[in-house]
């Protein structure tokens, strides 16, 4: 079986090359390239710049680009000199990246799974500029968060986290639009079998296996009691030992109650 391949770098094809390369987490579902082009005489030495869009196609037709495989953006250029063998190198991440490389600060309250997300593509992501990422595949759940706050963690985490609440599935497709979609909602069409594998190779490692993980602290119970008398007019009241697990009672009884300027 004859197999064929094609990459596109900043809207121009090239389907001559020495080798290409996509690597995917299965784990995380992000995918990284690296492709290797004849540099003959320079020729190509002005053509790439960090952050070119770049699609990468792989099928068993000729030409292969109606069979996209891979979209992301370079992240680094390498000129290799063999002898008689000039060549250029670029590598880069799939559009994951982004949702790696950019950090949520914000609660929200009362608020549907899809449209948290949403808010924090539009919110954290896509305010950077340049190749947005689309949500038009963001499936609405029937899950509403009552309270959920994320303090600079990466969007990435943020979306997980979300998507394990309600067993959902998230990726960035070869459009560069989110998908969000209930777990085994999709059918990736494809089949591997004799006809479709070249080569299979399975790699087992312990670098990721953990059977004993040991957690240091210290913890400090007090039962430190402070009295306060209010003047009725929406006193403020400065705690000395800056506590986390406190009760307020008024004429015995607790009052409850919530944390300054958020809902």
């Not at 990422?133 to 963690?153: A, E, L, P």
């Amino acid at each position: 079986m004859v197999t064929y391949g094609a990459i596109k770098v900043g809207g121009t094809t090239y389907t001559t090359f020495f080798s290409i390369t996509v690597d995917q987490n299965l784990a995380t579902g992000t995918s990284t390239f690296e492709a290797t082009l004849y540099n003959t005489a320079g020729a190509l030495k002005n053509s790439f710049s960090i952050g070119q869009d770049v699609i990468i196609y792989h099928d068993t037709i000729n030409p292969a680009t109606g069979n996209a495989i891979f979209r992301g953006f370079v992240e680094d250029i390498r000129f290799i000199s063999d002898p008689n063998m000039e060549r250029i190198a670029i590598r880069g991440r799939d559009y994951s990246a982004r949702l790696m490389d950019s950090y949520v600060s914000k609660s929200y309250t009362t608020t549907e799974v899809s449209v948290i997300i949403t808010d924090i593509i539009n919110t954290f992501v896509n305010i950077r500029g340049g190749n947005d990422i689309g949500t038009g595949n963001i499936v609405v759940t029937t899950r509403t968060v009552d309270q959920i706050t994320f303090n600079k963690r990466s969007c990435y985490e943020c979306i997980k986290q979300l998507a394990e609440l309600v067993n959902y599935d998230f990726w960035i497709d070869t459009s560069k639009v989110l998908n969000f979609k209930p777990v085994g909602s999709v059918d990736s069409t494809y089949t591997v079998d004799n006809t479709t594998l070249l080569r299979a190779e399975f790699h087992t490692q312990p670098d990721e296996l953990y059977n004993y993980i040991s957690v240091f602290g210290g913890t400090v119970l007090t039962g430190r009691h402070e009295t306060f008398t209010a003047n009725g007019a929406g006193s403020v009241f400065t705690l000395q030992n800056k506590p986390h697990n406190t009760t307020v009672q008024n004429a015995a009884v607790v009052q409850r109650g919530d944390i300054f300027e958020i809902a």
